[in-house]
């Protein structure tokens, strides 16, 4: 005969909550909405413009944008390496990627790469009043 009489101890609660917080206070940083952009994967290092596929890297991985490839004649300002690869995994990010609309009261969210697109047809821009 087997008792079964187990006794389920669960008070395991051993939280161990690391903190890290990494403090980027000190750059100079424009508030903007969508906590995804807020991460500046999605920015160009070199003019800080959003990114746009195609993205351009050199073979230390540093990124450009296809404007900045062009305006340093494909070489990388960080290292000054040919930028002759494309970086296909941002480029798939930002494929996938949406942002909530910019635009206060708008709660529709676009895909990354038709946010002007959404902004120039969203009901919630302010348009210059062309009666003005
Ligand atoms: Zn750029
Ligand atoms: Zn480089
Ligand atoms: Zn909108």
């Known amino acids: 005969m087997e008792g079964c009489s187990e ?3 669960g008070s395991n609660n051993s939280i161990t909550q690391k903190r890290q917080r990494t403090s980027t206070e000190s750059e100079e940083k424009k ?3 969508g906590t995804l952009l807020d991460l500046d994967a999605t920015d160009c290092p070199v003019c800080f413009d959003s990114l746009t596929i195609p993205i351009f890297q050199c073979e230390n991985g540093h990124i450009a944008c ?3 490839c062009g305006k340093l004649s494909q070489k990388c ?3 000054s390496l040919p930028t002759l690869s494309r970086n296909r995994a941002l480029e798939r990010i930002l494929e996938l990627l949406t942002v909530p609309c ?3 009261g708008c709660s529709q969210t ?3 790469a038709e946010t002007s697109t959404h902004v120039n047809h ?3 821009t302010h348009r210059p009043c062309p009666f003005s």
């Open 66 to 68: 296809s404007t900045c």
């Open 31 to 33: 508030k903007r909405t």
């Open 77 to 79: 300002a960080t290292c």
């Open 110 to 112: 676009v895909p990354y």
């Open 122 to 124: 969203c009901a919630y």
């Open 7 to 9: 006794d389920e101890n």
């Open 102 to 104: 910019p635009n206060a």
